[in-house]
């Protein structure tokens, strides 16, 4: 849950999307998009695919991204 959620944060500041704005486009608090981002939430298929379309990426791509290796290149 923690490499989701910080993939989820990753690619969010990566499109300049504030927390709030990621929040307003699934439907959710910002508060809820907060602890999504810390891992504190299992999320469903259906909250992972409203947050990939929001951050314009496959769900695929947002639970494989290994984001410590996609830093380094």
């Given at each position: 849950?923690?490499?989701l959620?910080?993939?989820?944060?990753?690619?969010?500041?990566?499109?300049?999307?504030?927390?709030?704005a990621?929040?307003?486009?699934?439907?959710?608090?910002?508060?809820?998009?907060?602890?999504?981002?810390k891992?504190?939430?299992?999320?469903?298929e259906?909250?992972?695919?409203s947050?990939?379309?929001?951050?314009?990426?496959?769900?695929?791509?947002?639970?494989?991204?290994?984001?410590?290796?996609?830093?380094?290149?």
């Amino acid at each position: 849950m923690k490499k989701l959620g910080r993939n989820i944060r990753a690619i969010r500041e990566m499109r300049n999307l504030t927390q709030k704005a990621l929040a307003e486009a699934i439907g959710y608090s910002q508060r809820h998009v907060s602890r999504i981002e810390k891992g504190e939430i299992p999320l469903k298929e259906e909250c992972i695919q409203s947050i990939s379309d929001a951050l314009e990426v496959s769900s695929q791509k947002l639970i494989d991204l290994d984001y410590d290796s996609f830093l380094k290149k």
